[in-house]
């Protein structure tokens, strides 16, 4: 049996902290493991991290629904996400609706919520964090 995985591994730019926190009320995300630079068993290298990143998350895996993703602050201020959008489907109209109008917040809409061939509901939008979003009912 196959037991390859791809995963969205997300680099924040500092911002890691305050996108779980978003995610986690925007869609119930759940973190299952978090660390810190502070916390690592082995010091990054001198010079790898911008000052005072000690507090800053080195590694976290979260979870939304079934999905598992993995986040970081990276080793630099700000992230640039271009190129790809996460899927995000769910299971009712009214579970579409609300999901969009919370990753919107503080967002951009790039296609409003509509009825389309393959859904009833879907949107694209990019959160407070520049990230790619399509939301979708499943089919």
Not at 23 to 47: F, H, T
Not at 84 to 109: C, H, I, K
Not at 124 to 132: E, K
């Amino acid at each position: 049996m196959n037991k390859t995985l791809v995963q969205p591994y997300l680099f924040f730019g500092g911002r890691c902290e305050e996108a779980l926190a978003f995610y986690r009320a925007a869609l119930g995300a759940q973190v299952d493991m978090l660390m810190r630079y502070k916390e690592s068993p082995e010091p990054m290298p001198p010079g790898m991290l911008p000052p005072g990143w000690g507090d800053k998350v080195m590694h976290a895996t979260f979870r939304i629904g079934e999905t598992i993703l993995m986040a970081s602050d990276g080793c630099e201020d700000g992230a640039k996400f271009a190129g790809f959008s996460l899927s995000l489907a769910v299971p009712t109209e009214a579970e579409a609706d609300r999901a969009f109008v919370a990753l919107a917040d503080g967002g951009q809409v790039r296609m409003p919520l509509a009825k389309t061939f393959w859904s009833p509901r879907f949107g694209m939008v990019a959160d407070r964090f520049g990230i790619g979003w399509m939301v979708s009912v499943m089919p």
